[in-house]
């Protein structure tokens, strides 16, 4: 199949997610390009930037395409003038919910007329939580397929032999609002170990990081299911996560890994000072995780449901 997939970004997020899975696809056969539109990097002209430009680069190219994909909504708007006989959106994360609480509660508003429009522009809907699957369908009526983001485990034999750090507790994300990376740093003096931040290196790099931390911090205010999760519990790496999005869909407390509400600051230093006291803790909670991921987010158990979504 020929398919063309859409992103502000191949990076991170769920433009991360969208490269893996077009790599993933390529090595099955299928030709899967991905449209590299510019944008103003200025924070509120990002998105709107990005659907004009995106959209005169699709009315200038007329290639037809078996399947186009969309990898978040102002992808969606770009995805409406590409030539194509299938035209699919993904969303991770509640889009106007997240806009309201970023910027203000009329441009959320906004947002939430544009997710309307974006989703009929769609011929097939789908995100990575079910958490978000069922309140879109609360929300807005509207029926999502659940695709779970799957844990690429070869790309893992890339990443060297690391020494453990003692106590070094590691955060990987944007440095933005929503992921509370504030919250963490405003603790960090009240945490037994040292806190490394990943905000901006490469990928081999920050698995290195995570490989030699004791534990993995994710204080979110606001998530769908964060990838490094997965990889965490894939490097046997406990997390003690807040309880937003779909993170207790993977999370589940003190099984695969601690849950802790959000932007609650005491408990977050409780949570991971008791952790990193707790070394059967640590390790039940990694066996666990690692079970858990290898059964349910490996390519080769969802590979086929991302073949079925095109070919369907």
């Not at 099955?28 to 539109?37: A, P, R, T």
């Not at 309880?243 to 993977?250: K, L, N, Y």
């Not at 349910?296 to 158990?301: A, G, L, R």
């Amino acid at each position: 199949m020929k398919i063309l997939y859409i992103s502000p970004r191949f990076e991170g997020g769920i433009g991360g997610h969208a490269k893996r899975v077009a790599e993933k696809l390529r090595e099955q056969g299928h030709e899967v390009k991905l449209m590299h539109v510019p944008h103003i990097p200025i924070k509120k002209l990002k998105n709107p930037s990005f659907t004009i430009f995106g959209i005169l680069k699709s009315l200038s190219n007329r290639e037809k395409f078996d399947a186009v994909h969309a990898w978040n909504i102002p992808s969606a708007f770009v995805m409406k003038y590409v030539n194509s006989n299938k035209k699919i959106l993904s969303v991770h994360g509640m889009y106007s919910e997240q806009v309201e609480v970023l910027h203000s509660k009329s441009i959320g508003t906004l947002a939430n007329q544009a997710e309307i429009k974006a989703f009929k522009i769609s011929d097939k809907l789908t995100t990575d939580s079910k958490t978000v699957k069922k309140n879109y369908h609360e929300k807005m009526d509207v029926n999502f397929i659940y695709l779970p983001a799957p844990l690429d485990a070869k790309k893992f034999k890339n990443i060297g032999e690391t020494e453990k750090k003692k106590n070094q507790i590691i955060y990987i994300g944007r440095d933005s609002y929503e992921k509370g990376i504030d919250i963490l740093k405003n603790i960090e003096s009240k945490i037994n170990g040292n806190v490394i931040y990943c905000t901006n290196l490469p990928w081999e790099k920050t698995m290195e990081i995570l490989k030699s931390s004791k534990l993995l911090i994710v204080p979110s205010r606001m998530e769908s299911i964060p990838q490094v999760i997965k990889e965490a519990f894939y490097l046997k790496i406990p997390v003690v996560a807040t309880d937003v999005g779909g993170v207790s869909e993977i999370v589940e407390n003190e099984i695969t890994g601690i849950l802790i509400p959000p932007e609650n600051p005491k408990k977050m230093i409780d949570a991971i000072n008791n952790l990193l006291d707790d070394n059967l803790q640590m390790e039940k909670l990694s066996k666990n995780a690692f079970e858990f991921i290898t059964k349910n987010f490996t390519w080769d158990v969802l590979l086929p449901k991302y073949i079925e979504l095109y070919e369907n």
